[in-house]
């Protein structure tokens, strides 16, 4: 068509002319023209960005004709007009962008057109013309994209969801706030309406709505509560079927990608992210453990590393999920005599690992973590499986301080009051192997087994470890470690000790003057004589606590005490060994630093 070919031409006149023929011949021809509409349309788009004002006001007079004809016509050819419309959307051009917008709005009111399942197609460059500089352009976009949106709540039947989704996820993180806001709106009505069809598009929906969890400015607070509105409504479609070999597979998790998703959130992400993703791993673990177990030895060391986040939130909820890996049965062929999770020991032992490579984080968390886990595991089971992992432990100097760590919060948390109490009655067997079972771990802090014993009413055995103490050398670390037994001696959880000074009980009040003559004359000092001094003449028989001292003998004769005794001289006689090595090598480098200086 010749006409069409003038559009093009390099004098402006001849394409003022050929605007002005074209529009002659379209008045005239009306639907005839429709079988070139493709081409008039792309010569069009040339030519409404025109340098020439004549010309660009000639294209718009040819415009208007060609959209009163295409909305009044039944015959237009939309299918094969959308990518004609495609091709040309990634323009830069302000003009072009608005004549191309205007046209996608004239389709969405053609008689059957059905625009919305063409919306995959132009969905993308839309989006990019929202973020256009002129603000009567990202208007008409913005309208244009909410009655499209509004048109898929009306008629989701017809709506291709899974062709849409990642190009929402894609702008998502725009710096473009009615950009990224327009987005999250899409991807949160997708959720809604879609449902488990959105499954398989879960780690490109994470990926979009974690890191807004933490916008805290006041312009994206809207993207900020709708990003939660989508985390939340996504993780509920995850269910215990959504998995497993029986869910369809266009709509079944794709659970590697969701994993590497939360994984890289728990490593990079922000305190709001990781807490997000620890709530989506501990749901997972809930619906679908079978499944997630594939995945424990890549998921089980980010975890443990997350231990040492500054967050306390994100630690609790990383205890929860650890937790809850190791209360499950499953994963592990093999079982505990204990009657614990095959992968309850794993997690100790790698617990004591952590803590041991990362002092800084034993001292500033170690008490806080250890608690946590009391309450949501058997805090026996706890102290059981450190026990036995630490009387295995070669670095003495760590299994004390562990040990130190562990007695004070056996003596002075709430979480451990059952655990106390059964230490405090030894009124079975079971009591009386859990007591041996601490007391070979707690000997690598002679003041923590000490504490042991007082606890458990051992207090003859308590006053043969005083003397056997007393015959060692006393350093500052043993006099701390007495100073803080003394003031745990005069706390609320000893009364109990203290009443059965009423009785005259010569081993306790024995093992109370050993401590004396252990301290240094001191405030501690003070405190224990003090407390002797109130030991009456006179002592009244109590017939209930004399049963009860009666029961619980029965039980403290069957363990082997001697043999207890000789367990804490060999491991003190490791210690000693040990601080004497090091002092040895301290003064053998600075003897030699001082030859180099020299």
């Known amino acids: ?68 004809i295409v909305t009044e016509s039944k015959k237009f050819d939309v299918e094969s007009f959308v990518p004609v419309l495609r091709e040309r959307m990634y323009t830069r051009d302000r003009f072009v962008r608005q004549f191309l917008v205007s046209w996608i709005s004239v389709l969405d009111s053609v008689p059957d057109a059905s625009t919305v399942k063409y919306l995959p197609e132009f969905l993308d460059p839309l989006f990019n013309i929202l973020d256009d500089s ?251 499986s450190i026990s036995e992992l630490l009387v295995l432990e070669e670095n003495l100097k760590f299994a004390r301080l562990m040990v130190e760590t562990l007695s004070t919060i056996l003596l002075t948390s709430s979480e451990l009051f059952e655990l ?13 192997h859990l007591f041996c079972c601490l007391y070979q771990t707690w000997c690598h802090s002679q003041i923590a087994t000490v504490s042991l014993c007082l606890l458990a009413g ?23 470690e007495l100073d803080r037994l003394v003031q745990l001696l005069e706390s609320p959880i000893f009364t109990f000790l203290r009443m059965e000074l009423l009785d005259g009980d010569n081993e306790l009040i024995s093992s109370l003057y050993g401590l004396l003559m252990l301290l240094p004359q001191s405030e501690a000092f003070s405190l224990v004589k003090g407390r002797l001094a109130c030991v009456p003449h006179v002592q009244k028989q109590d017939k209930h606590r004399d049963a009860r001292k009666s029961k619980k003998k029965k039980f403290m004769d069957e363990i082997d005490f001697p043999s207890l005794l000789d367990h804490f001289q060999e491991v003190v006689s490791k210690h000693q060994m040990a601080r004497r090595k090091e002092k040895t090598s301290a003064m053998l480098a600075k003897g030699g630093h001082s030859i180099n200086i020299s």
């Open 134 to 384: 002129s603000p009567e352009i990202s208007t008409m976009c913005d309208n244009l994209l909410g009655e499209f949106l509004g048109h898929i709540i009306d008629k989701p039947e017809l709506v291709d969801f899974a062709g849409m989704v990642n190009i929402l996820i894609s702008h998502s993180q725009s710096p473009h706030v009615p950009l990224q806001m327009m987005a999250v709106t899409w991807i949160r009505e997708f959720v809604t309406l879609a449902g488990s069809a959105m499954l398989p598009f879960t780690s490109g929906i994470l990926t979009a709505v974690l890191p807004c969890l933490a916008y805290d400015e006041e312009e994206r607070r809207t993207v900020r509560e709708m990003s939660r509105t989508v985390n939340s409504c996504q993780m509920k479609l995850v269910k215990s079927e959504t998995a497993g070999d029986d869910a369809e597979e266009k709509h079944k998790l794709d659970l590697p990608s969701v994993m590497e998703v939360l994984t890289k959130q728990l490593q990079r992400g922000t305190v709001q992210s990781k807490v997000a993703a620890l709530k989506w791993i501990y749901h997972l673990f809930i619906q679908i453990p079978v499944q997630m177990f594939e995945f424990i030895d890549d998921i089980f060391p980010v975890l443990l590393k997350t231990l040492s986040d500054h967050s306390d939130e994100v630690v609790i909820l990383d205890l929860e999920v650890l937790a809850e890996i190791s209360s499950s049965k499953i994963g592990r062929s093999n079982s505990t005599d204990t009657g614990t999770s095959p992968h309850f020991k794993q997690f100790i032992l790698s617990l004591l690992k952590l803590f041991s490579a990362d002092r800084n984080l034993l001292e500033a968390k170690g008490s806080f973590i250890i608690r946590q886990l009391c309450v949501l595991l058997s805090s026996e089971d706890i102290y059981r």
């Open 458 to 480: 051992c207090y003859g055995h308590a006053g043969d470890l005083i003397r056997l103490i007393g015959e060692q050398e006393v350093t500052v670390e043993m006099l701390t």
């Open 420 to 432: 106390r109490t059964k230490l405090k009655e030894l009124n079975s067997k079971e009591s009386c």
């Open 1 to 68: 068509m010749p006409i069409l070919t003038c559009l093009s031409d390099a004098d402006s006149r001849v394409r003022y002319y050929a605007c002005e023929s074209l529009y002659n011949v379209v008045k005239v021809s009306r639907e005839s023209v429709l079988p070139m509409f493709n081409e008039i349309f792309s010569s069009i788009s040339c030519v409404v960005a025109d340098p020439d004002q004549n010309v660009k006001n000639g294209s718009e007079l040819l415009d208007r004709l060609l959209k009163d």
